[in-house]
């Protein structure tokens, strides 16, 4: 079992940056999925990154080259760095974790970003 809890969220210029930041604690050498969703106002939430057991990491298409998903090498936080934000980002984000087949959320974390 873990806890996952999100930080970094805020406003941002179109064109600026963020980088959010999930903590995990428990049993974090265990995670199989690591990474993001979001959910826009009137959206359904959304897979945004994802880093897998074995190296495999998934982003959406509509972030690919402009997010870069990573893990410290302790294995227990994952990193979004959000370059080149436009309105269209502007969502909660949700950290993702999954051990096997029980799945963990965090509460979530507003990006705005303002045209």
């Known amino acids: 079992q873990v806890q996952v809890a999100e930080s970094g969220g805020g406003l941002v210029q179109a064109g600026g940056s963020l980088r959010l930041s999930c903590a995990a604690s428990?049993?974090?050498?265990?995670?199989?999925?690591f990474g993001w969703y979001r959910q826009a106002p009137g959206k359904e939430r959304a897979l945004v990154a994802m880093m897998i057991t074995g190296g495999v990491i998934k982003y959406a298409d509509s972030v690919e080259g402009r997010f870069t998903i990573s893990r410290d090498n302790t294995q227990s936080t994952v990193y979004l760095q959000m370059n080149s934000l436009n309105p269209e980002d502007t969502a909660v984000y949700y950290c993702?974790?999954?051990?096997?087949?029980?799945?963990?959320w965090g509460q979530g974390t507003q990006v705005t970003v303002s045209s």
């Open positions: 428990g049993d974090t050498k265990s995670i199989n999925y």
């Open positions: 993702y974790a999954r051990i096997l087949w029980r799945e963990y």
